[in-house]
């Protein structure tokens, strides 16, 4: 082999991913054996794959193919051997991210390994949506927690005066909890109501390994892979412009005109803009200190405290990403 083609072996990128549809008894079973013996599902499954294609061969001698077959099936039924359906996917990118990692053992609030669709939507309401009034001056934006709609600031007063503002606030909060559910949904690939850790590392929400990286490596401006409290610090001005906004980057869905309930009956009734926000995990800003005085680094002493988990006045990049929790 030459030095070119080894270098390629060696670099070569494990970017596809395999679902494979199995009993979820044998899931468990096999993911604790392979813990017992200090290896990964997709390692050992990629050994197998690897002899099968090793093996194998395509032609007149197709004796050595069928039993490779055999033998492949043998390790594969070996480790398979019992009757529910569940769905097992490798994507070692996602489920590899120490924060969504970190991200499902929050979310998963009774401890069964399993996020349920009140926990998914639970922990998105809880993180609330940042928004601020980057609007125009006659305009107003009525929120609920994922939603903007943005109007006239005369016709929310109308709206109140003829006591449809709560009905029309109602709306909206529906409005965000049937997105929150169709995202749900999409990532529950075996459709069995819960999200096992593998199918929630898929969402969209969690920024990727490669995004945190890059964030703590903007920061670190030394490159010892600590950041100092000096080094934490965020910049205020910067966060609300990239995310404060109704209408940033992380908008998912935008509808020109206002909900039925949103309406007053007057000249501004279908003017207006309704955004369905969806916002990735981010480190979470302060604008206070805890003697409610403003900040200038958009970090509180008692934060940055908090997540220095070993005390030594620095954050590792385990810590760093504790921020967006």
Known sequence: MSDQSETMEKSEKKTEVLEVRLPHETKKAFMDACKDKGK????????AIDGFLATGTVGPNKTRLRDASFAMTGILVGAFAYSTASTFILSPDATANPLAQQYFAQVDENGDRRV?????VAAIVARGTASSDDIQPDETA???TGVALVIQRTHSAQLREIGRLDGCFKTLAEMGDTERG???YSLDADGDNQLSFTEFAESS???SVKALDQAFREKDLNSDRLLSRQEAAENIEAWMEANASPKNDWTSSKYLGVPENCKS????AGAGELYIKFEQLKRRIDTLSVEAQPLVDGLTDERFAGLDANNDKHLSFKEFIRWYL
């Open 182 to 184: 169709r995202e749900f």
């Open 142 to 144: 009525l929120r609920t």
């Open 205 to 207: 929400r969690i920024p």
């Open 265 to 268: 009956g007057g000249a501004e």
């Open 40 to 47: 990964t599902a997709s390692g050992i499954l990629r050994t």
């Open 116 to 120: 349920s669709r009140k926990e998914f």
